[in-house]
């Protein structure tokens, strides 16, 4: 008896499956049925068997490849109601009178050409320094 070795090779896929599109199977099994195609080039040229091509022109014809139906758009329901009074507005900053004190949680910028700035507390302070800056420029 003799000692014989054996190498067995394992040949792998070294590439990950395709998943492909609903888009893609349709473009794929149209260009199947048109005249003068046939399954083997198609399925050739996409890199693809015939048995897939096959078995997605079986999906196209049962309606599996089909869109998915658009759901129709909701509306919210809507109702109208009475008109609103409007409240009386503050007096206006612009209204209260060149050098008398600021009110409360008010402050007053004097600008050295003369012009009074009168922002309230809660003003943006990125607004207010583009509104000096557009000011103090010539």
């Known amino acids: 008896m003799s000692a014989r070795s054996e190498v067995v090779e394992v040949v792998t896929r070294g590439e990950r499956r395709r998943a492909w599109s609903v888009e893609k199977k349709r473009l794929i099994v149209a260009e199947a049925m048109q005249p003068g195609a046939t399954p083997t080039e198609v399925a050739r040229r996409w890199g693809i068997g015939t048995g897939l091509l096959y078995t997605w022109r079986q999906q196209?014809?049962?309606?599996?490849?089909?869109?998915?139906?658009?759901?129709?758009?909701?509306?919210?329901?809507?109702?109208?109601?009475?008109?609103?009074?409007?409240?009386?507005?503050?007096?206006?900053?612009?209204?209260?009178?060149?050098?008398?004190?600021?009110?409360?949680?008010?402050?007053e910028i004097v600008l050295p050409g003369g012009a009074v700035v009168r922002v309230g507390a809660d003003v943006d302070g990125s607004a207010l320094g583009r509104v000096l800056a557009a000011l103090a420029s010539p």
């Open 60 to 107: 196209f014809f049962a309606g599996e490849l089909n869109e998915p139906p658009v759901a129709a758009p909701a509306f919210a329901q809507v109702s109208l109601a009475p008109p609103v009074e409007p409240e009386a507005a503050p007096p206006h900053p612009a209204a209260v009178k060149a050098g008398t004190a600021p009110a409360a949680g008010q402050m």
